[in-house]
């Protein structure tokens, strides 16, 4: 289901719908949802609900339906910005995983040319190459 939060903040703005708080008035036989001033919301017309309808649509009135929209659009704006922040951390682990490999080939560089495996003049360009990326 999909809910166009636009729509219905225009429906709960409308300048002919009654301001909230609502609430539930007990007639005896069914129940009324009435606006702050205690006017019925039905316009005179004396329809009754049972009491869970009633209760329904009286905490559902324009002010809750609004602050409920403001905290699911905060909600969906921090979402974005996590998402965007995780995003620039993974990168950021990304780059440092690559410089952990280069550092890890420079080691094992390191250790050939300790153990002599290279000749002299090999080992001259390399420990040359490395102390040139080193810098």
């Known amino acids: 289901m999909t809910i166009n939060l636009d729509e219905l903040r225009k429906i709960a ?21 009435h606006d702050e001033n205690d006017y019925e919301l039905t316009g005179g017309m004396r329809e009754t609900f049972d009491k869970a309808d009633a ?22 704006q921090d979402r974005v910005k996590l998402r965007n922040r995780l995003d620039a ?3 950021q682990r990304d780059g440092y995983q690559n ?6 080939q420079q080691v094992a560089r390191v250790q050939e040319l300790r153990e002599g495996q290279l000749c002299g003049h090999c080992a001259d360009e390399v420990q040359d190459a490395l102390e ?3 810098e």
């Not at 649509?57 to 002010?63: K, R």
């Open 99 to 104: 410089q952990l490999r280069g550092a890890e």
């Open 13 to 33: 703005e409308a300048p002919d719908v009654r301001p909230g708080p609502w609430h539930v008035y007990d007639r005896g036989i069914g129940y009324e949802v």
């Open 55 to 76: 209760e329904h649509i009286a905490t559902f009135d324009p002010p809750t339906v609004l602050a409920l929209i403001t905290r699911l659009e905060q909600a969906e």
């Open 89 to 91: 951390m993974r990168r």
């Open 132 to 134: 040139g990326e080193l």
